[in-house]
């Protein structure tokens, strides 16, 4: 798959490490973001998709851990038609304590995914399968 990418930073060039499925995606510019605050962190890429496909974009495991922020949105999704002059990929986060981003930390990762294909919806009158029991049936273990 070939994707193109246009950088609007001075960051890293994107590669995919030999270890594991995602892209690391970096902080394109210093930062400090105070307890409480929100912020969308650049990304310093814009990047033209395959066409029928989209790119799923998540915090990496340890974000929290060395930044205290979270992603606002839970995952971002960038779709094919997302590449033009100004769409440079951003990260909103929301500030759990005071925080330091510099140029180049790595802070998100995205992978790439086929789209899902074309729905179309059929109203039923009634529902005949059989019941689960509800939201969080499942239990705890």
């Known amino acids: 798959m070939k994707i193109s990418v246009y950088y609007t930073a001075p960051v890293e060039r994107l590669a995919k490490l030999p270890c594991g499925d995602w892209i ?4 394109a510019k210093d930062m400090t ?8 962190i650049p990304l310093g890429v814009v990047i033209k ?13 340890s974000t ?9 949105n839970g995952m971002g999704i960038v ?13 909103p ?6 925080t330091e ?7 998100c990762q995205f992978r790439v995914v086929k789209k899902m294909p074309p729905v179309e ?12 029991g509800g939201f969080g049936s499942t239990g705890k273990s």
């Open 24 to 27: 690391d995606l970096r902080c």
């Open 79 to 91: 779709d094919e038609s997302y590449c033009g002059e100004k769409d440079e990929w951003r990260m």
């Open 49 to 61: 998709l395959p066409e029928g496909c989209e790119a799923h974009i998540l915090p990496r495991s």
């Open 101 to 107: 981003l510099h140029l180049n930390d790595r802070i």
């Open 121 to 132: 919806f059929e109203e039923l009158t009634e529902v005949s399968s059989p019941s689960r």
């Open 64 to 72: 929290f851990k060395n930044f205290g922020i979270i992603q606002t």
């Open 93 to 98: 986060v929301y500030a759990l304590r005071d």
């Open 33 to 40: 973001i105070k307890k409480g605050e929100s912020a969308l």
